[in-house]
């Protein structure tokens, strides 16, 4: 039970202090309606270029909506420690420091999963597409086991944080490898054999492949290998952000750089 409550209430207040934006305008703004002028991007590019029908684009980018939060945030949960100076707090907790960095993740989840939702809503609507009613249980445990993903990848980039200045550098890096190297924007079957061995390796990548095969009617039983995929591929980022926070923070201590920015 503490080690729940460690885990869900570190985690609110975590995210209350460490997500940064000014005003609900610009959170509506940047994480609600972006996402929306980039889904509807993409579907016109690809009407125009016969590329891929809209349903390909309005779930690919439903999915990739939750990267951004998801992402930034599991970034934010260790980076913005060292940067507003109370990193060295968290480290002398006598508590895990694993189960508090891990629970930090799901607020970002949880806000991901919110912007996909909308998004798939909005773009639903927009473009007319209709998603069978069976299909959403199934869809958005897709969502949100992919934003769990994500946010298990973006803390890994955040654990590179304790080694590494300016970690924001790898993060606007890799949300841009997430929409080339994912298949949410770009058919898988386009890209070169060793960007779709990468992608294999990335979040979200199955996600799309599994939400798309639940809204084109073709039943769980078809969407779930893929779906396993996503959740072997969550559980091995969140083992790798754990390992390297304590191999970075050990490292850390022993180069007396913890709070150096």
């Known amino acids: 039970m503490a080690m729940l409550r460690l885990i869900g209430t570190g985690g609110v207040i975590a995210y209350r202090?460490?997500?940064?934006?000014?005003?609900?305008?610009?959170f509506i703004g940047s994480l609600l309606v972006g996402p929306i002028f980039q889904l509807l991007f993409f579907a016109y590019l690809g009407r125009q270029l016969g590329v891929a029908d809209d349903r390909f684009y309005i779930v690919g980018n439903a999915?990739?909506?939750?990267?951004?939060?998801?992402?930034?945030?599991?970034?934010?949960?260790?980076?913005?420690?060292?940067?507003?100076?109370?990193?060295?707090?968290?480290?002398?907790?006598?508590?895990?420091?694993?189960?508090?960095?891990?629970?930090?993740?799901?607020?970002?989840?949880?806000?991901g999963l919110l912007i996909a939702v909308s998004t798939l809503t909005v773009g639903s609507l927009l473009?007319?597409?209709?998603?069978?009613?069976?299909?959403?249980p199934g869809l958005l445990l897709t969502l949100a086991v992919g934003s769990l993903a994500c946010g298990f990848f973006g803390l890994t980039l955040g654990a590179l944080g304790l080694r590494f200045r300016d970690v924001w550098v790898v993060s606007n890096v890799s949300v841009a490898l997430l929409l080339l190297l994912t298949g949410v924007n770009v058919p898988a079957a386009g890209l070169p054999g060793w960007m779709r061995t990468a992608g294999e390796a990335l979040p979200i990548t199955h996600a799309a492949r599994a939400a798309r095969s639940l809204v084109a009617g073709e039943g769980f039983t078809a969407a779930a290998p893929a779906l396993a995929a996503e959740v072997a591929v969550g559980l091995g980022y969140a083992v790798l952000a754990a390992v390297l926070l304590?191999?970075?923070?050990?490292?850390?201590?022993?180069?007396a750089s913890l709070d150096t920015l």
């Open 127 to 136: 473009l007319g597409l209709r998603i069978p009613p069976g299909a959403l």
């Open 63 to 111: 999915v990739l909506a939750a990267s951004l939060s998801c992402v930034f945030g599991g970034t934010m949960a260790v980076a913005n420690e060292r940067r507003f100076g109370t990193l060295g707090h968290v480290l002398l907790s006598p508590r895990s420091r694993t189960a508090v960095f891990l629970g930090r993740v799901l607020p970002y989840a949880g806000n």
């Open 246 to 255: 304590k191999v970075f923070e050990a490292e850390s201590r022993r180069r």
């Open 17 to 26: 202090a460490l997500f940064n934006w000014t005003t609900p305008a610009m």
